[in-house]
């Protein structure tokens, strides 16, 4: 069994991120039959998917079918969303609760004027109150980088709506609280800004490392492509393809062998994973 599995039901995006990955990959959605299919082929592998590698999930023209497919498969759904659309989906999302709901407000920075940051946030923060009844919300600033000298004025900004939103006060962000709860299963978390491979210089240094993908989680992508993790959104490390595999087979494919037993001991087998910022290493 595994923990989760990533599925792309589309690669389209409304946001255009500066430190988001490059792909050429063709842009796509996942058919509902095809979102189907997997759901049947996924089910006796895990309960959780998570509907997101690259892309706006909420952009899916049959994002409502979608959820109400992985329900009718008895699967917990769990979504990272730029927030952009909620209030377009909040029908979809109340009729079919989705388990948690991530909401990336760091990407509203650089796509979003300060007036349209603040009546998305306010009526976002609304939405996230009747969504909770039923669905855990994690409203994210993973925008910490090593320059950051204090808040920036956006996340003051954020904070202060949040702050007047819950009536409390929110610890600043450099005590390095990552999880604050706000209201019940509504939580605000903070982190620093994940690098994608590859946005990352490769370095040859050897560390000891390890990593979960193959062992609790695989990514299933857009076009069907099935890899390791979500971070390989470029389908580097290709095990084989959902619609013409089984995942059995995929699974036991030479090539995810080699790479779950590296991990195993503590070996980093693909230059692809070497640069991975998720994977955990001792220095």
């Not at 069994?1 to 991120?17: A, D, G, P, R």
């Not at 990336?104 to 306010?122: G, P, R, Y």
């Given at each position: 069994?595994?923990?989760?599995?990533?599925?792309?039901?589309?690669?389209?995006?409304?946001?255009?991120?500066?430190?988001?990955?490059?792909?050429?990959?063709?842009?796509?959605?996942?058919?509902?039959?095809?979102?189907?299919?997997?759901?049947?082929?996924?089910?006796?592998?895990?309960?959780?998917?998570?509907?997101?590698?690259?892309?706006?999930?909420?952009?899916?023209?049959?994002?409502?079918?979608?959820?109400?497919?992985?329900?009718?498969?008895?699967?917990?759904?769990?979504?990272?969303?730029?927030?952009?659309?909620?209030?377009?989906?909040?029908?979809?999302?109340?009729?079919?609760?989705?388990?948690?709901?991530?909401?990336?407000?760091?990407?509203?920075?650089?796509?979003?004027?300060?007036?349209?940051?603040?009546?998305?946030?306010?009526?976002?923060?609304?939405?996230?109150?009747?969504?909770?009844?039923?669905?855990?919300?994690?409203?994210?600033?993973?925008?910490?980088?090593?320059?950051?000298?204090?808040?920036?004025?956006?996340?003051?900004?954020?904070?202060?709506?949040?702050?007047?939103?819950?009536?409390?006060?929110?610890?600043a962000l450099e005590n390095n609280t990552k999880s604050i709860k706000l209201a019940?299963?509504?939580?605000?978390?903070?982190?620093?800004?994940?690098?994608?491979?590859?946005?990352?210089?490769?370095?040859?240094?050897?560390?000891?490392?390890?990593?979960?993908?193959?062992?609790?989680?695989?990514?299933?992508?857009?076009?069907?492509?099935?890899v390791p993790c979500c971070i390989d959104a470029n389908a580097h490390l290709l095990?084989?393809?959902?619609?013409?595999?089984?995942?059995?087979?995929?699974?036991?494919?030479?090539?995810?062998?080699?790479?779950?037993?590296?991990?195993?001991?503590?070996?980093?087998?693909?230059?692809?994973?070497?640069?991975?910022?998720?994977?955990?290493?001792?220095?």
């Amino acid at each position: 069994m595994l923990k989760k599995i990533y599925i792309e039901i589309t690669n389209c995006c409304n946001f255009n991120c500066s430190f988001c990955c490059p792909s050429s990959r063709p842009k796509r959605h996942l058919s509902t039959q095809e979102f189907r299919t997997i759901c049947t082929k996924i089910r006796p592998y895990t309960q959780y998917i998570y509907l997101h590698v690259l892309g706006e999930p909420l952009l899916h023209p049959q994002f409502e079918e979608i959820l109400k497919i992985a329900k009718e498969e008895n699967l917990f759904v769990n979504l990272t969303t730029n927030g952009s659309l909620l209030l377009k989906q909040q029908h979809s999302l109340l009729k079919n609760p989705p388990r948690q709901i991530n909401i990336s407000i760091h990407d509203w920075e650089e796509n979003l004027s300060v007036e349209e940051q603040t009546n998305l946030l306010e009526n976002t923060l609304s939405l996230c109150d009747k969504l909770s009844q039923t669905t855990y919300i994690s409203l994210r600033l993973w925008n910490h980088t090593k320059e950051t000298k204090g808040e920036s004025l956006f996340n003051q900004s954020i904070l202060k709506i949040i702050s007047n939103h819950y009536q409390t006060d929110i610890v600043a962000l450099e005590n390095n609280t990552k999880s604050i709860k706000l209201a019940p299963h509504i939580f605000l978390h903070n982190d620093k800004r994940f690098s994608w491979p590859e946005n990352t210089v490769f370095s040859t240094q050897s560390q000891p490392t390890y990593c979960f993908a193959l062992k609790t989680h695989i990514a299933i992508l857009s076009d069907g492509s099935v890899v390791p993790c979500c971070i390989d959104a470029n389908a580097h490390l290709l095990l084989g393809n959902i619609f013409t595999d089984n995942l059995d087979v995929i699974l036991s494919s030479p090539r995810a062998i080699k790479i779950r037993q590296g991990f195993q001991q503590h070996k980093a087998i693909e230059d692809f994973c070497k640069k991975c910022g998720f994977r955990e290493t001792k220095l």
